[in-house]
T-cell receptor
Framework: GQSLEQPSEVTAVEGAIVQINCTYQ??????LSWYQQHDGGAPTFLSY????GLEETGRFSSFLSRSDSYGYLLLQELQMKDSASYFCAAPSGNTPLVFGKGTRLSVIA | KAGVTQTPRYLIKTRGQQVTLSCSPISGHRSVSWYQQTPGQGLQFLFE???????NKGNFPGRFSGRQFSNSRSEMNVSTLELGDSALYLC???????????????FGPGTRLLVL
């Protein structure tokens, strides 16, 4: 099976940088994805890491270390609209995606 | 390209009733997965369909079932509703999916079900 652990809540100031960590236990690993979900909205894909290292997409970056079973999502130049829940997720066996419980990010002025 | 659509968006049912939810994937996508989202349990995988066949199933009771049509549209059904079935039901589509295949899953807006 697979489980993914991430902090439940994070608060950060507008314009700052925030890092959301995700540790996983896996019986087979095919990479780590990150999704964003605004209240009342659908999860939307942000980033994927299949190999170790950093992937950058605009203000968002994601990092993976397979040897440490660890990844993180980095959000730079935070904006109020970044207030949302962020989920790490990974395939597990025959399950397309197993999700972490999500990290609720609050961006304050 | 139109995104994943789900109908209805909101639904209120009473215990013991049954409900059918519908999902239309992105055109060309053949894999459709269903997830249940609740505050307590988060996002949990229900089942996945590909080419009209259930390819994978999560750990949910048999009251939860689904099917997929030849046009890749999918429905899920919950019979004998319980209060705990109140949740946001999300469907997601991808091109092919399958074990070990890394593809982005595109989610629909979900159906919010309230069981009274």
């Amino acid at each position: 099976g697979q489980s993914l652990e991430q902090p439940s809540e994070v608060t950060a100031v507008e314009g700052a940088i925030v890092q959301i960590n995700c540790t996983y236990q896996t019986s087979g690993f095919y990479g780590l994805s990150w999704y964003q979900q605004h209240d009342g909205g659908a999860p939307t894909f942000l980033s994927y890491n299949g190999l170790d290292g950093l992937e950058e997409t605009g203000r968002f970056s994601s990092f993976l270390s397979r040897s440490d079973s660890y990844g993180y999502l980095l959000l730079q130049e935070l904006q109020m609209k970044d207030s949302a829940s962020y989920f790490c997720a990974a395939p597990s066996g025959n399950t397309p995606l197993v999700f972490g419980k999500g990290t609720r990010l609050s961006v304050i002025a | 390209k139109a995104g994943v659509t789900q109908t209805p968006r909101y639904l209120i049912k009473t215990r013991g009733q049954q409900v059918t939810l519908s999902c239309s994937p992105i055109s060309g996508h053949r894999s459709v997965s269903w997830y249940q989202q609740t505050p307590g349990q988060g996002l949990q995988f229900l089942f996945e369909y590909f080419s009209e066949t259930q390819r994978n199933k999560g750990n949910f009771p048999g009251r939860f079932s689904g099917r997929q049509f030849s046009n890749s549209r999918s429905e899920m059904n919950v019979s004998t509703l319980e209060l705990g079935d109140s949740a946001l039901y999300l469907c997601a589509s991808s091109l092919v999916g399958g074990p070990g295949v890394q593809e982005t899953q595109y989610f629909g807006p979900g159906t919010r079900l309230l069981v009274l």
